[in-house]
């Protein structure tokens, strides 16, 4: 156990539907990141907070959104769901000064049908 | 931006046997290259990481070598078990104090332990 939440464990939804994600980082850790994780892929780095500020953004498609609220955990919003968002969503946290291992939450599983 | 490649994409070993991964990366200040192992359905759990002011990093069957002039970096297990049968993934990073930094991984391995 990292010490990374995340609920929903499983989500399944339509298209066109918006769901949200949500993550708890560890005790003390500042930063959160959220990578997506499609069959047989790597890790896509989507976005990445520190201390309640977007500090970095990868492959992140408009119609996600996220953010990171006072007491540090973080929702990722994904609206007009398609059937290509189908995938693994991670949530990973670390702690900053150095050393800045990141650690990964369970994932939740979005099944859009 | 950081860049970084893996090989091999699959890496089939016998039980026993010696499984090398190697990751090159882009980015000559990157300063930080942690290795994750992904179990099917799993979070990515790291198992070893190396800083750059360090060569070589070992923990029981595991090591990590680094390359700074080449800009590569390895992973190596010896004594492979089933239980390491799994998806392994470098990443790269250039951590600042102060600051937090993203991770840039590789494409993954799938190693698969034969009896």
């Known amino acids: 156990d990292s010490g990374v939440t995340q609920t929903p464990k499983h989500l399944i939804t339509a298209t066109g539907q918006r769901v949200t994600l949500r993550c708890s980082p560890r005790?003390?850790?500042?930063?959160v990141y959220w990578y997506q994780q499609s069959l047989d892929q790597g890790l896509q780095f989507l976005i990445q907070y520190y201390n309640g500020e977007e500090r970095a953004k990868g492959n992140i498609l408009e119609r996600f959104s996220a953010q990171q609220f006072p007491d540090l955990h973080s929702e990722l919003n994904l609206s007009s769901l398609e059937l290509g968002d189908s995938a693994l969503y991670f949530c990973?946290?670390?702690?900053?000064?150095?050393?800045?291992?990141?650690?990964f939450g369970p994932g939740t599983r979005l099944t859009v049908l | 931006g950081e860049n970084v490649e893996q090989h091999p994409s699959t890496l089939s070993v016998q039980e026993g046997d010696s499984a090398v991964i190697k990751c090159t990366y882009s980015?000559?200040?990157?300063?930080?290259f942690p290795w994750y192992k992904q179990e099917l359905g799993k979070r990515p759990q790291l198992i070893i990481d190396?800083?750059?002011?360090?060569g070589e990093k070992k923990d029981q069957r595991i090591a990590v070598t680094l390359n700074k002039t080449a800009k590569h970096f390895s992973l190596h297990i010896t004594e492979t078990q089933p239980e390491d049968s799994a998806v392994y993934f470098c990443a790269a990073s250039r951590l600042v104090p102060g600051t937090a930094s993203k991770l840039t991984f590789g494409t993954g391995t799938r190693l698969q332990v034969t009896l």
């Open positions: 990973a946290s670390s702690r900053s000064p150095p050393p800045d291992t990141q650690y």
């Open positions: 005790s003390g850790d500042l930063s």
């Open positions: 980015d000559s200040a990157s300063n930080y």
């Open positions: 190396i800083r750059s002011n360090v």
